[in-house]
């Protein structure tokens, strides 16, 4: 901690401001001589850093109180005293403008914080004088709002930064929807958006963890409109939902508004009958949904091309999301991806109708590590000066080509949207990190891992040299359906 001492003469203030700015401008000066060390181009030059003791230097500052011309007084609803920090004005005043302004009459002021940031508040001053800071899961929004608040703008950005590279990470009670919250909050854009994606991709470890029961309704209706979500089925999200739904006890509208947003066409009429039977929360809405059961119970008994004459097919509700179950897809673990060319072949359902419950879809899939497009190709010239120039192996790019075995009469009025997950091994976990989506008018994804390097075994794509990969094939009816995301 701090020492705690009583406000300093003015002569001491002027001394402690003039030590600092001696060990700033020593700092600088030692910047500008390693700059025109490194443009004199002589051999002799040599560079002398010293940075990492002027550093220590300025811990001992804060750590000490030497010379300090300014306390800060930090109070907090959740202590009788207040925490003191004996700092210095041109430090603070340095890294914060807010901190400029109240420092210009005055040399101590007292600040209210609430708990959680009060508890980080010297590790929040100890960045303001040596530029970095240790951060643990649970510290991330506390420092956030220090930094928001004071205006250090370079700790706020690190801060955020920290976020989005640290969804995976492990934790008690979870924390990407308390990430996606808080940024909601402030009005963080692309945090909200990264903690959205993240969840929208992992779903169904969400769905099982303790997080899923602080999920707010404005997040679990986006959660709802979207077809990108991975998860086992349809069933899996609808158990989910129910659970959130017996816990938090919303108002009948909201109830209402998230039940609908379950696409019923896709679980089977099996399920359906059991939901119906045993559901309380269904029970207990079941006027709101009874269109929709209806209809989902009519798709599954009548062919898709005569049940598209009667209805709508052009929305969300028959649109698959991205389900996990085998009769969507497979999984493809690729060891040594970089060594050569690979293929598989698995089997789908034709499409969720039960009408279609017996058919089945074959598709082959080839795998290229370095496939090179036409226009990289070398070109063989019958001339003498002809010269070929020489292909790189780091020309080419992944490729994945996905086809169907065969062609067949039960394709009419259905079109396939074939996506690939690619999963990654993050803080320990594997997550689903990148998505590659493309339609039937096309067998591979143009930018499938476009800027992957799997030559190297400690690539990001790669887990124990191995790439992950889960294929999912979604029958669409009508190519003209658009997805809602």
Known sequence: MSRL?????????????????FLLLLLLLTAQAAQRADLSGDTTAATINHSLTLLQRLQELLQNGNSSDTVLRVRSAAAEEAKVFHT???????????????????????L????????????????LYCGGVSILLHQAIPLHQLASKYRVWGLQRGVADYMRSHLASESSQGHVVTW?????????????ETCLQFLAWNLSAVLGSAEWGSVSVELLLLLLERSDLVLHSELELYTAVEGWLSRQQPEGPV???VLRAIRYPMIAPSQLFRLQAQSAVLARHRAAVQDLLF?????????????????????SMFLPRNYLASSWGSQWVINNPARDDRSTSFQTQLGPSSHDAGKRVTWNVLFSPRWLPVSLRPVYSDSVSGAIQPVRIEDGRPRLVITPATSSPDFAGVSFQKTVLVGVRQQGRVVVKHVYSFHQS?????????????QKRTSEYLIDNSLHLHIIVKPVYHSLIKVKK
Do not use: M
């Not at 003015?10 to 700015?21: L, P, S, V, Y």
């Not at 209210?112 to 960045?127: G, M, N, Q, V």
């Not at 008994?301 to 049940?307: D, E, G, K, Q, T």
């Open 112 to 127: 209210h914080e609430p708990p959680e940031t009060a508890a980080l508040f010297e590790k929040f001053i100890r960045y």
């Open 88 to 110: 210095h004005q041109l430090l603070l005043s340095l890294q914060s403008e807010v901190f400029e302004s109240l420092l210009r009459n005055q040399s101590v002021i007292t």
């Open 180 to 192: 996606y919250h808080y940024a909601v909050r402030i009005g963080d854009a692309a945090l909200q």
């Open 5 to 21: 001492t009583g406000n300093r003469p003015a002569a001491a203030r002027r001394w402690g401001c003039a030590t600092t700015a």
């Open 295 to 315: 209809q989902a119970f009519q798709f599954h008994a009548a062919s898709p091309l005569h049940f598209a004459k009667y209805f709508d097919v052009n929305c």
């Open 255 to 257: 109830a209402e508004r």
């Open 442 to 454: 096309s067998d591979e994804a143009a930018d499938f891992l476009a800027h992957a390097d799997l």
